[in-house]
């Protein structure tokens, strides 16, 4: 633990700002730029594709689309559609990968009447396999990006959208930006259905619970969860630390999260920071949440770094964190115990991360490791971080131990007490 040198795992041409996982394909999709500026940095998304070499994960880039002069901010995904953040709108793209497809090409004489006579001559190819009737090749995997929707989510002055995210259903684009305004857009028409005024300042963060309640973040010190535009709730997640005056923090992120072994269970884990900034820095604190009766359940601190985003695994297992200091942490969600730190594995602020998806190619992916979290930041690099398998006995092995650890005890009280049996 600590600070230490971290390889790339990726490096891109621009800043990168968002990252996502496709848990069909498996892709990385990571996007970012420079912006409207002509500085000669492009704006863009990168298509990763990963795979396992000599029992290593790597990544290589795919496919790259050009978003010309708007940087890709934010970014969620559905199946595959991807709602991206641009300035003050929101972008909705739709991927398509088509799979390698193996064509064979024949070594034998032309047809008769054809304009060539004897066998034909074919530039050799290193990625040919042989194959009784001919050779075949393999072509490589592409990825075509088509524009669908656009439609503007900010009316501020400063124009940008900061947060996106789909509901669970999939029927449902919530956008939250600088104006402080929530618009619910229906998907796939992106039909505006709400618009309302959540937050005095910028929205930080949204997320959305199965019954499409939103929970939202914003600069003015709240986290309000709506059901559709009616108030539910203000979390005070300093109700027991009276110590704690309510302007000291604001909220930075919120994530929902599953609960291993409890299907019906639902996490909400919420990020606060310093409002301001100290010489001596006060540390910053992740609170856990039921996420139906939005009661708090656990509230630790999570070190004197400004946290900047947060992720949660599939499973619910685990929680990540970056910090505009570049290092990045992960923590066990049920006791919110630090279990891996990285100090500086960026250069600068971590803008995004994600965790390999719980599917059978995400778990064929991390190989023999419990999670991988990949993080990105505005130095242009994404890095991976992987959790090992913590080793545990069997439980056979246990029982077999206290067995033997009871007759132990046994013996020796017959041996130093003879009328104790």
């Known amino acids: 633990m600590g600070r230490r040198s971290h390889p790339d795992f990726y490096r891109a041409p621009f800043p990168l700002y968002t990252i996502e996982i496709d848990p069909e394909s498996g892709l990385v999709i990571t996007a970012g730029g420079g912006g409207a500026a002509r500085t000669g940095v492009k704006n863009g998304v990168h298509f990763l594709r990963l795979e396992q070499i000599n029992g290593k994960l790597s990544a290589s880039l795919l496919h790259s689309h050009d978003t010309e002069t708007r940087a890709p901010m934010n970014m969620s995904l559905a199946d595959n559609v ?8 929101c972008h909705l793209l739709k991927f398509t990968v088509q799979k390698p497809v193996e064509k064979k090409v024949q070594n034998g004489p032309e047809k008769a009447g054809g304009k060539e006579k004897g066998p034909r001559k074919r530039k050799p190819s290193n990625s040919t396999v042989k194959d009784g009737g001919g050779d075949t090749k393999n072509e490589t995997a592409e990825v075509t990006v088509e524009d669908m929707q656009v439609v503007q989510t900010d009316f501020s002055p400063d124009s940008l959208q900061k947060s996106v995210c789909f509901s669970p259903d999939r029927s449902l684009i919530v956008t939250g930006g600088v104006d402080g305004f929530v618009r619910v857009w229906e998907y796939p028409s992106m039909k505006k ?81 310093p409002y301001k900034r100290e010489r001596k820095p006060p540390p910053c604190y992740i609170t856990k949440w039921d996420g139906k009766s939005y009661l708090p359940l656990l509230t630790q601190p999570c070190g004197k770094e400004v946290i900047s985003c947060l992720s949660v695994s599939d499973s619910g297992t685990f929680l990540g964190l970056g910090t505009v200091t570049g290092s990045v942490a992960i923590y066990i969600a049920f006791s919110l115990q630090k279990l891996y730190y990285v100090e500086e594995a960026h250069g600068i602020v971590v803008t995004d991360l994600a965790f390999l998806p719980e599917t059978r190619s995400g778990r064929a992916l991390r190989g023999d490791n419990e999670a991988a979290l990949l993080s990105v930041a505005v130095d242009s690099r994404c890095k991976l971080h992987l959790i090992s398998n ?32």
């Open 390 to 421: 913590r080793r545990m006995f069997p439980l056979w092995l246990v029982l077999v131990l206290c067995g033997l650890l009871v007759i132990f005890i046994i013996l020796l009280l017959q041996h130093l007490f003879p009328e104790f049996l």
């Open 193 to 273: 259905i709400l618009d309302f005024k959540a937050h005095n300042g910028e929205i930080e963060d949204l997320a959305v619970d199965p019954g499409n309640k939103i929970v939202s973040v914003g600069h003015d010190f709240q986290c309000c969860v709506w059901k559709k535009d009616r108030l539910v709730t203000a979390l005070q997640w300093n109700e027991n630390l009276p110590a704690i005056p309510d302007k000291a923090y604001r909220y930075q992120a919120c994530r929902f999260g599953k609960v291993e072994d409890d299907k019906d269970a639902l996490r909400l884990y919420t990020v606060q920071i």
């Open 82 to 89: 991807m709602a991206v953040g641009q300035d003050a709108s």
